[in-house]
T-cell receptor, first 120, second 108 residues
Framework: EAGVVQSPRYKIIEKKQPVAFWCNPISGHNTLYWYRQNLGQGPELLIR????????DSQLPKDRFSAERLKGVDSTLKIQPAELGDSAVYLC??????????????????FGPGTRLTVL | GIQVEQSPPDLILQEGANSTLRCNFS?????LQWFHQNPWGQLINLFYIPSGTKQNGRLSATTVATERYSLLYISSSQTTDSGVYFC??????????FGAGTILRVKS
């Protein structure tokens, strides 16, 4: 079974330029997450999708970040314009979480390899 | 929000040694996962363990939910065990909150 796929793996851009990241979750996983990991820290959630609906985007800087998950499968995260402080690794994860009590292993989140963004 | 603290922050081991990593969390949780982030940045699932004990080869984990901590045991460490170990718990809606990680270096 294929894991979570992300592209590109690396991206270097000048500040004020736009950038987009793509994620394909594990087949059958209804829930998709975007996390940002700054150097030396653990990942932090940016946005969570259940199918095509963004159910938690409270940590997404909406002035410059946007995301979409058309048809409830692939997802794209965009930054426009990028700032120096956006340099980080952007991680996508997926799970088959249903919100039901005792769902147990379905809650497990699986992560992609990430996109390392450098803003110059 | 929920706080997750991991200790120690850094650990250097000689190959073959054993180690214990600790994760403390500030509130009750529905989900707790341990991850290994390898030198290439990939987060690898180790355990889904909101309570109880699990073992997988040289690794095992125990979560005592009532006392709000989890332990990850690594036995007979190998150089390939090097990397960062993260504990993460759910706050709500399956949002994972990560600790700062433990950096493990295993020397041959």
């Amino acid at each position: 079974e294929a894991g979570v796929v992300q592209s590109p793996r690396y991206k270097i851009i000048e500040k004020k330029q736009p950038v987009a990241f793509w994620c394909n979750p594990i087949s059958g996983h209804n829930t998709l997450y975007w996390y940002r990991q700054n150097l030396g820290q653990g990942p932090e959630l940016l946005i969570r999708y259940e199918n095509e609906e963004a159910v938690d985007d409270s940590q997404l800087p909406k002035d410059r970040f946007s995301a979409e998950r058309l048809k409830g499968v692939d997802s794209t995260l965009k930054i426009q314009p990028a700032e120096l402080g956006d340099s980080a690794v952007y991680l996508c994860a997926s799970s088959s979480w249903t919100g039901e009590a005792g769902a147990q292993e379905a809650d497990t989140q699986y992560f992609g390899p990430g996109t390392r963004l450098t803003v110059l | 929000g929920i706080q997750v603290e991991q200790s120690p922050p850094d650990l250097i081991l000689q190959e073959g040694a054993n180690s214990t990593l600790r994760c403390n969390f500030s509130d009750s949780v529905n989900n707790l996962q341990w991850f290994h982030q390898n030198p290439w940045g990939q987060l690898i699932n180790l355990f889904y363990i909101p309570s109880g004990t699990k073992q997988n080869g040289r690794l095992s984990a125990t979560t005592v939910a009532t006392e709000r901590y989890s332990l990850l045991y690594i036995s007979s460490s190998q150089t390939t065990d090097s990397g960062v170990y993260f504990c993460a718990v759910t706050e709500y809606g399956n949002k994972l909150v990560f600790g700062a990680g433990t950096i493990l270096r295993v020397k041959s």
